[in-house]
Nanobody, 124 residues
Framework: QVHLEESGGGLVQAGGSLRLSCAASGRTFSGFDMGWYRQAPGKERQFLAAVNWYGGNTYYVDSVKGRFTISRDTSTNTVYLQMNDLKPEDTAIYYC?????????????????WGRGTQVTVSS
């Protein structure tokens, strides 16, 4: 059973940075892709970035390219999302996800396993 647990959210001023972590357990993840999503109040869930666990290839939605960086540490089974130059519109619940079926492209739309999320609030 895949278990994903996010941490690292909080309150930050605009222009600041946060690093989110996602501790993954329960499976061997070499065949997985891992992703980060967010959902703001009243809005649909938005895909942000994904990384292939085995090869480390990454993919970003255009709106976060250059500000957000996804990475994974295979020795600790942890996925990170480094977020820089945060803006008030980045305020949302951020979710970690994993998938072993659709590839990185498939994660843009959906993932098979989800964490419970961590709140990020950016003040102006």
């Amino acid at each position: 059973q895949v278990h994903l647990e996010e941490s690292g959210g909080g309150l930050v001023q605009a222009g600041g940075s946060l690093r989110l972590s996602c501790a993954a357990s329960g499976r061997t993840f070499s065949g997985f892709d891992m992703g980060w999503y967010r959902q703001a109040p009243g809005k649909e869930r938005q895909f942000l970035a994904a990384v292939n666990w085995y090869g480390g290839n990454t993919y970003y939605v255009d709106s976060v390219k250059g500000r957000f960086t996804i990475s994974r540490d295979t020795s600790t089974n942890t996925v990170y999302l480094q977020m820089n130059d945060l803006k008030p519109e980045d305020t949302a619940i951020y979710y970690c996800a994993a998938d072993d079926l659709g590839g990185i492209a498939g994660m843009i739309a959906e993932a098979g396993y989800w964490g419970r999320g961590t709140q990020v609030t950016v003040s102006s």
